[in-house]
Nanobody
Framework: QVQLVESGGGLVQAGGSLRLSCAVS????????VGWFRQAPGKEREFVGT????????YYADSVVGRFTISRDNAMNTVYLQMNSLKPEDTAVYYC??????????????WGQGTPVTVSS
């Protein structure tokens, strides 16, 4: 089994920054990709981006390109989501996930509990 624990969410003003962390434990070697997703109140879960453990290749949703950066620390089994130039529409609960690939949340088998991010205008 794989466990994921997000942290780092909070309240920030528009234009500010936050860094989220996703600590992954368990059979991490089995799943090469970690994804970030978010879900705003009353909306569907939305893809944010992915990173590969090996090589660090990243891929982002158009809505966050140039503002969000995903990185990883293989030694710590931790993935980060650096969010800059935050907008009120970035307000959501942010989740990390693994056991899947790509943009579709339904392909991912393992999820963290989520960390809330609120961006005030």
């Amino acid at each position: 089994q794989v466990q994921l624990v997000e942290s780092g969410g909070g309240l920030v003003q528009a234009g500010g920054s936050l860094r989220l962390s996703c600590a992954v434990s368990g059979r991490t070697f089995s799943w090469p990709v970690v994804g970030w997703f978010r879900q705003a109140p009353g909306k569907e879960r939305e893809f944010v981006g992915t990173i590969q453990w090996m090589g660090g290749t990243t891929y982002y949703a158009d809505s966050v390109v140039g503002r969000f950066t995903i990185s990883r620390d293989n030694a710590m089994n931790t993935v980060y989501l650096q969010m800059n130039s935050l907008k009120p529409e970035d307000t959501a609960v942010y989740y990390c996930a693994t056991g899947g690939v790509g943009e579709r949340s339904t392909t991912y088998d393992y999820w963290g509990q989520g960390t809330p991010v609120t961006v005030s205008s």
